[in-house]
């Protein structure tokens, strides 16, 4: 099964970073305030990007790995 990592950006412009196999029902989960805690306060704006990977642990490790990184540095990720 194909996962995807997907990365949302929020109505105070942060970056929320996921997980899902169906990204447009999981942002429509999101801006209906049935998503994450995070997004709940924050509701997404829009999808800044998507990334397919072919299972769930590949997709699971670049989570954590975007996460982790610093919002300057997510950016200029993002923009290439």
Not at 2 to 30: K, P
Not at 45 to 73: H, N, Q
């Amino acid at each position: 099964m194909t996962w995807f990592l997907y990365v949302l950006e929020c109505s105070d412009g942060s970056l929320y970073t996921g997980i899902t196999v169906d990204v447009e029902a999981r942002f429509a989960a999101h801006r209906a305030g049935k998503g994450a805690r995070y997004t709940r306060s924050r509701p997404p704006t829009r999808i800044v990007a998507i990334v397919e990977y072919p299972d769930r642990s590949s997709a699971s490790k670049a989570e954590s790995l975007v996460k982790r990184m610093p919002l300057p540095r997510k950016a200029r990720v993002l923009r290439t």
